[in-house]
């Protein structure tokens, strides 16, 4: 008797909305999924229309706007990587099509349209059950942050006391239009490029923040750029505390001149049994027990993850993130990073340039309506 066919499931087709810079390392992961591919995609601007058929595997279609994307009945899942400020408006009309969607962070801009945002996430529950809405909050899946979870969860720090995130890095990149050289179309800094640091504290410490104190500023970087006669107003330093319930607490170091350096970004959690951190790029984690290491006898281990296909800009996490994201729709898994989650990310963020426009500590329930 001939052995039975293995069914292979036909593939998730993804349309991408927003082809600049990130739509484009969102096609380039996906290329890389097995049982997945990108059909379309869709963007104002005609040279990232041209840059997203030329990224592609396959001939795709493209489109000057998202809704005749959504209209074309070409996709089963949708990537919103337009710009921040666009993100509700996009996400409404994503939602009444019924298909899957992963959202790029920061979900929102600011607080009014990120609850807004949750609320129809919620809403469109009733019609749409298995629809699977996740935010791109992908710093969790890169190797080492992974593994530094991992040994959190696994108890290797005891009760985490005190997290400690470090991103000294180059100036923001330029972007078509140049829309993120303003507060008011990204959200800030600390929402724009920090919402990521924001959710691992949140997820490490396992509870929401009570309160966040920030100092920051603009002291370098494009002091001197006007567009259509507005200077940028986007920060480019900053210190953040984020309070936890029982003094557990959290701080954010944030330079974004201060590319000549070895390591990028660095993740420390502390807790009474000892001390877990993980640097990039060199993907390193440190893993220290207090009564066992003293200072200097930490072990040192280059954390990899095989199963990584695409490493793109941020190492093989938007792999992985894509990967987690096509096991949901498949119903092989949950929703790992929830609107909830991306809710929060913002929260911090705004309130802590709250803080800083106000000089004062804000408590996080004066963010929520």
């Not at 089963?76 to 790029?104: K, Q, R, W, Y």
């Not at 190797?143 to 696994?154: K, R, Y």
Request: proline content about 4%; aromatic content about 6%.
């Amino acid at each position: 008797m001939p052995e039975a066919e293995e069914f292979s499931p036909a593939p998730i087709r993804y349309g991408v909305i927003g082809t600049g810079m990130m739509g484009i390392e969102h096609i380039e992961n996906i290329n890389q999924l097995d049982g997945a591919v990108v059909t379309a995609g869709s963007d104002p601007h005609e040279p990232s229309r041209a840059a997203a058929t030329e990224a592609a595997d396959e001939d795709i279609a493209t489109f000057e706007g998202h809704q005749e994307l959504l209209d074309s009945g070409l996709c089963d899942a949708i990537v919103v990587a337009s710009p921040n400020f666009t993100h509700l408006d996009v996400m409404n009309d994503v939602l009444a099509s019924g298909l899957h969607v992963l959202l790029e962070k920061p979900m929102c801009t600011t607080m009014a349209d990120a609850e807004a945002l949750v609320a129809a996430v919620e809403a469109g529950k009733a019609d749409h059950p298995d629809r699977i809405v996740w935010v791109g909050l992908e710093y969790r899946y890169m190797p080492a942050v992974a593994a530094l979870i991992d040994g959190v969860e696994s108890g290797d720090v005891g009760t985490p006391q005190m997290v400690s995130i470090t991103e000294h890095r180059f100036p923001f990149l330029v972007k078509i239009g140049d829309w993120n050289r303003f507060s008011e179309n990204t959200g800030g800094t600390l929402v724009e490029k920090c919402c990521h640091f924001f959710d691992l504290m949140n997820m490490v410490m396992g509870e929401r923040p009570v309160q966040v104190f920030a100092s920051g500023g603009q002291n370098v970087n494009h002091l001197d750029e006007v567009y259509d006669g507005k200077t940028s107003d986007i920060l480019d330093n900053a210190y953040v505390i984020v309070d936890y319930s029982n003094g557990r607490r959290a701080m954010l170091d944030l330079c974004m001149f201060a590319e000549a350096t070895r390591e990028q970004e660095t993740v420390s959690v502390i807790g009474e049994k000892g001390k877990l951190e993980a640097m990039l790029p060199s993907g390193t984690l440190m893993r220290g027990r207090r009564g066992e290491h003293f200072i200097g006898e930490a072990e040192a281990e280059v954390v990899h993850d095989e199963s990584i296909a695409h490493e793109g800009l941020h190492h093989g996490s938007s792999y992985v993130e894509h990967v987690k994201f096509c096991e949901a729709i498949r119903g092989e898994g949950g929703v790992e990073v929830t609107v909830e989650d991306g809710l929060w990310s913002v929260a911090v963020g705004a309130a802590a340039h709250r803080s800083i426009d106000e000089g004062r500590p804000v408590q996080m329930k004066e963010m929520f309506s």
